[in-house]
């Protein structure tokens, strides 16, 4: 039965959709390593952002790549302000609070965004329009080659930047040791808004290319956020690289089972992030960090 499978254009659909979880898995992985902190509005301060986008493409007609630029500068900039004005203040409680402040910033998104554009469902315009490319048996349509292009280059841009720049290694020592790095000099207050900046522009970059496949309106992240958690989770909370491969893994069972047993799609998915998680606590590629009580 699995044999008839067409599994060459599953995996291509399933890689797409699965680029799309791990930027935003990789934002989510982002904050938490600066910050320590599990942010629960990723997907709607990307949702939000995407709105922003819609706003520049169709009030002001401005060409998508500017739009998109925009957009990413302020979803960093709106990121960096949630973390200078609201979490700052409450880092030094309890653990918990940043945690329900988060799904409390996300209540506010959803009903901010509600208020200023509506409910309804609108298009979002497509970034690229044009006949799909074909590779044998298998089609890969512009708006797919273009989620690939984008998540490559935003890989490698990022890649360079945690490798290379002396603002990305102090990103790193800060993921490692928040203590030795202000020690050493590192402003801890900056990199948490830098980590939150940086994580928010990636949501916004899903938010905008996901939209024109399915549509736009304030619960449009719900699913996808969820998948991204998910994501970001198997792969390893504490591991970057682990966030990219859990996206693209969920992304890839996530076509597979959608394509056999649709109804069951997020059944399966989440079934086998359990066994994973019960394999590998810390998961595919994160640290399980063991409490001595």
Same mark, same amino acid.
Do not use: C
């Given at each position: ?8 254009q ?7 959709l699965? &680029?799309?979880?791990a ?37 002001f ?9 925009? %957009?990413?500068?302020? =979803?960093?900039l709106f ?8 979490? +700052? ?21 959803l009903?901010?965004a509600?208020?200023?554009?509506g409910?309804?469902?609108? %298009?979002?315009?497509?970034p ?10 298998v ?20 890649f ?11 990103m ?5 040791? +928040? ?9 801890i207050? +900056? ?8 994580? %928010? ?9 996901i =939209? ?19 994501a ?6 504490t &591991? ?28 399966? =998915? ?9 394999? +590998? ?8 960090? %063991?409490k001595?009580?």
């Open positions: 039965m699995t044999l008839d499978l067409p599994w060459g599953l995996l291509v659909n399933g890689l797409a699965g &680029s799309l979880y930027l935003t898995a990789f934002g989510i992985v982002l904050i938490f390593k600066t910050t320590q902190v599990i942010t629960f509005a990723q997907g709607e301060t990307a949702m939000f952002s995407t709105f922003v986008a819609f706003t520049l493409l169709t009030a007609q401005l060409p998508f790549a500017v739009a998109f630029v925009l %957009t990413m500068l302020f =979803a960093g990121g960096a302000l949630i973390e200078r004005v609201v979490l +700052r203040h409450i880092s030094t409680t309890t653990v918990l609070n940043p945690v329900i402040v988060t799904v409390g910033l996300s209540l506010i998104l009903g901010a509600g208020w200023i554009w409910y309804e469902i609108r %298009t979002f315009p497509d690229v329009v044009g006949p799909p490319f074909h590779l044998g048996t089609v890969v349509s512009q708006l797919n080659a273009l989620i690939f292009l984008v998540t490559l280059v935003l890989m490698t841009v990022l360079a930047f945690f490798r290379f720049t002396r603002t990305g290694i102090a790193r020592a800060v993921a490692e040791n +928040r203590v030795a790095a202000q020690l050493m000099g590192i402003s207050g +900056r990199m948490n808004a830098l980590g939150w900046g940086m994580g %928010t522009a990636m949501g916004a970059v899903t938010g905008m290319l =939209a024109p496949i399915n549509y736009l309106d304030p619960g449009m992240m719900g699913d996808v956020a969820l998948k991204a958690f998910a970001a989770v198997v792969g390893g909370l &591991s970057l690289p682990g966030a990219v491969l859990g996206g693209l893994l969920l992304g890839i069972i996530d076509s597979v089972a959608g394509f056999e047993v649709a109804e069951l799609r997020n059944t399966i =998915a989440f079934a086998l992030i359990v066994l994973v998680l019960v394999g +590998r606590p810390g998961g595919l590629l994160g640290r399980h960090e %063991t001595k009580v």
